[in-house]
């Protein structure tokens, strides 16, 4: 079973920063290395969407809205997966999610039997 642990939200002022992390462990454990990882944000009323992700070999992607905004790395010792987020805007106040699988297809559908309770960006204007 996959198990994460996503930190770091909270409540800022639009133009400000934070940085997410998620911990990884269990069945995604010993794939982490293989894994491409992705970060996911609900904002309240909407679908999940993926905004960043990055592949087992540290090549990353961003959606149009955050590109140039925000930032994702790995850490694979760590079995982590960050995201800066910098210049908030108010539109970027969601509940932040990641996951992870070695299938890339499967990242982008969002095909997970699991989720993490993600974490809380909420941005003031």
């Known amino acids: 079973q996959v198990q994460l642990v996503e930190s770091g939200g909270g409540l800022v002022q639009a133009g400000g920063s934070l940085r997410l992390s998620c911990a990884a462990s269990?069945?995604?454990?010993?794939?982490?290395?293989?894994?491409?990882m992705g970060w996911y944000r609900q904002a309240p009323g909407k679908q999940r969407v993926l905004v960043a992700h990055i592949t087992s070999t540290g090549v990353a992607n961003y959606t149009d809205s955050v590109k140039g905004r925000i930032t994702i790395s790995r850490d694979n010792a760590q079995n982590s997966v960050y995201l800066q987020l910098t210049r908030l805007k108010p539109e970027d106040t969601a509940v932040y999610y990641c996951?992870?699988?070695?299938?890339?297809?499967?990242?982008?559908?969002?095909?997970?039997?699991?989720w993490g309770q993600g974490t809380q960006v909420t941005v003031s204007s």
């Open positions: 269990g069945s995604l454990f010993s794939l982490f290395r293989l894994s491409a």
């Open positions: 996951n992870g699988n070695p299938s890339l297809a499967r990242l982008l559908r969002a095909d997970f039997a699991s």
